[in-house]
């Protein structure tokens, strides 16, 4: 889907604050409610919109430990396998191939340094890992930044 400045501009908003009123938005962009909510309605069929959710701080819910693991694979491992089986740990926040020697790797949210090791034991234990290599998060330097409009950016 080959997406407009209006559109381009309704997702920026949405990105922003997605609880903002059709009107809001509407009156930032140069368009009705109705042709707002048409549009938004567009996205969300089309797959340029997937939902909306709340994002809440890790920390509220106690999570406070991150590590990044990576997997060592055994033979022809397919991504759908490691993606398969990584998306049933809800510690795992996200998961991607790489270039490089590892096959996957995962981003890991958890109570604390203790929580993460058993995560780590029981993605060892999937039949098809050979290995992980892991870090623990110091601390954040940086954190999502999402582009939206024209360039500019909303800071996550």
């Not at 549009?39 to 430990?65: C, H, K, M, N, Y």
């Not at 929580?115 to 892991?134: Q, W």
Request: with cysteine; hydrophobic share 45%; proline share 3%.
């Amino acid at each position: 889907m080959e997406l407009d400045r209006l559109d381009r501009d309704i997702i920026g908003a949405l990105v922003e604050d997605a609880r903002t009123t059709y009107a809001d938005i509407g009156h930032q962009v140069g368009l009705s409610a109705s042709a707002v909510k048409r549009r938004v309605d567009r996205l969300r069929e089309a797959g340029a919109i997937t939902g909306f959710s709340a994002r809440v701080a890790p920390q509220a819910l106690g999570w406070t430990t991150e590590a990044y693991v990576e997997l060592f694979c055994q033979g022809k491992t397919k991504p759908s396998d490691i993606g398969l089986a990584v998306a049933k740990f809800p510690e795992v926040v996200g998961a991607a191939t790489i270039t490089g020697e590892a096959d996957a790797l995962l981003h890991i949210r958890a109570t604390d340094v203790r929580h993460v090791e058993r995560v780590i034991e029981r993605l060892a234990a999937e039949s098809f890992v050979v290995r992980t290599k892991s870090v623990i998060v110091l601390s954040r330097l940086v954190d999502e930044v999402i582009p939206v409009r024209n360039g500019s950016h909303v800071q996550g």
